[in-house]
């Protein structure tokens, strides 16, 4: 069993800073690339950012010079720290793992529950 749960969110002021978590536990072999999207009310879910597991990042145009992405392998976490942050980024943030149980086992992607994050004053 493989579970995936994101943490720290919460209600920020506009310019303010908060730093989601995500932790893979359970059956783990290995961990391919992880990634942040997220969901504001009334719009599809969208991508934030992704993480390799070499350390190589991708990140939406708009939260680009604001967000970081990165992760700790031997704790099989990842993390997004969010700066300067915007009404306009209120969603819920969700993240996924690519994640193989066993040596040579199939790649499933896994889910978080998702954290909600609300920036307003």
């Known amino acids: 069993q493989v579970e995936v749960a994101e943490s720290g969110g919460g209600l920020v002021q506009p310019g303010g800073s908060l730093r989601l978590s995500c932790t893979a536990s359970?059956?783990?072999?290995?961990?391919?690339?992880m990634g942040w999207y997220r969901q504001a009310p009334g719009k599809q879910r969208e991508l934030v950012a992704t993480?390799?597991?070499?350390?190589?990042?991708n990140y939406a145009d708009s939260v680009k010079g604001r967000f970081t992405i990165s992760r700790d392998n031997a704790k099989n976490t990842m993390y997004l720290q969010m700066n300067s942050l915007k009404p306009e980024d209120t969603a819920v943030y969700y993240c996924?793992?690519?994640?193989?149980?066993?040596?040579?086992?199939?790649?499933?992607?896994?889910w978080g529950q998702g954290s909600q994050v609300t920036v307003s004053s």
């Open positions: 996924n793992s690519d994640i193989v149980k066993s040596y040579s086992g199939p790649t499933f992607r896994y």
């Open positions: 359970g059956t783990i072999y290995s961990i391919y690339a």
């Open positions: 993480i390799t597991s070499g350390g190589i990042t």
